[in-house]
């Protein structure tokens, strides 16, 4: 249910984007069903008192920048595995259809819900700055180069995550916070596919053998358990061909209501 008047606001906000309008209700999103155009089909069956809703593009701002797709940055390894998931994305029926295949890219932006007001630090001129931080260094290849992919039946997901030059920790070497980061990230975004809005409640980390700054690595997630409002999720990041492990993970992500995200 609508809690707050923020969490009208953004469905308001959201539905005014499309042309589109929304009097009260559920709103209730979930990123697994998003459309293999990235765009995202929102619950609206639940909603009360609503006119024409269908499909209607994912929520970020207008034309966005899809940060998972392949640029020059990315180096061979980083490539080959993209190709791997990505062509494991749509399948061809006999009859020549298209339809979904075993696994999904998500795409990804550099700012989520571009209604959130973060209470009242995050004054309307700070909230036209904000970025995801994960996607906020312009230069390609520098920060963060990655595409996740999830597999549904499996209720496991796979990041394939090359590290720039801006990154470094150890000399020559990933930065712990920046693997942690990436980590959280895609264990985060796993909840969230699997159970709706989410926040990381704990996260447990055992750093195993340095990544080398550059490098293309691997972070595998898979669902452990779901309790109530409780998803455990568990993370290896891996050298591409997996016979290396560089770091293990176990995340406690607790669902939220979009009134949290908003201060409601
Ligand atoms: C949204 C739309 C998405 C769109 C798609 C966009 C995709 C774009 C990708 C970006 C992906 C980035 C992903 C980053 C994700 C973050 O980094 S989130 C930021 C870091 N996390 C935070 O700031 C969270 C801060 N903490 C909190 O807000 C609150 O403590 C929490 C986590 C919401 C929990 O509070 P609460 O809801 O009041 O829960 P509470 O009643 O305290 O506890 C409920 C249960 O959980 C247990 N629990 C709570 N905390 C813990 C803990 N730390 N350890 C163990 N048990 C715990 C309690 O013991 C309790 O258990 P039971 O007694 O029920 O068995």
Redesign the pocket.
């Known amino acids: 249910m609508i809690r707050t008047g923020g969490v009208q606001q953004i469905a308001r906000g959201l539905c005014q984007i499309m042309g589109r309008e929304i009097s009260k209700g559920n709103f209730n999103?979930n990123?697994s069903q998003m459309t293999p155009r990235g765009t995202l089909q929102l619950p609206w069956s639940s909603i009360n008192s609503v006119r024409t809703m269908a499909v209607l593009p994912w929520p970020f701002s207008f034309q966005p920048r899809d940060f998972s797709l392949p640029n020059s940055s990315w180096g061979s390894d980083m490539r080959r595995l993209y190709e791997h998931y990505n062509s494991q994305c749509e399948v061809e029926t006999d009859d020549g259809e298209k339809k979904w295949g075993v696994w999904r890219r998500?795409p990804?932006?550099n700012r989520?819900?571009k209604y959130a007001t973060g209470g009242v630090y995050l004054s309307k001129i700070i909230q036209s700055k904000a970025r995801?931080f994960?996607r906020n260094i312009r230069e390609q290849g520098a920060g963060f180069e990655y595409v996740v992919f999830v597999n549904k039946q499996e209720q496991k997901c796979v990041c394939v995550f090359q590290a720039g030059h801006l990154l470094e920790g150890p000399p020559g070497h990933v930065h712990g916070g920046a693997i942690a980061t990436m980590i959280?990230?895609v264990?985060?975004?796993h909840a969230?596919y699997l159970s709706?809005?989410?926040?990381?409640?704990?996260l447990n980390i055992n750093y195993r053998s340095p990544i080398s700054l550059g490098s293309t690595v691997l972070l595998t997630c898979s669902l452990d358990k779901k309790?109530?409002?409780?998803t455990f999720v568990s993370c290896q990041v891996t050298n591409t061909d997996s016979s290396k492990l560089h770091t293990e993970a176990t995340g406690?992500?607790?669902s939220?209501t979009?009134g949290?995200?908003l201060g409601g």
Do not use: C, Q, W
Request: charged fraction near 10%; hydrophobic fraction near 40%; charge should be neutral.
């Open positions: 999103t990123i998500l990804s932006y989520s819900l995801l994960t959280d990230t264990t985060g975004t969230t709706g809005p989410v926040m990381t409640a704990n309790e109530g409002r409780k406690l992500f607790l939220i979009m949290h995200l």
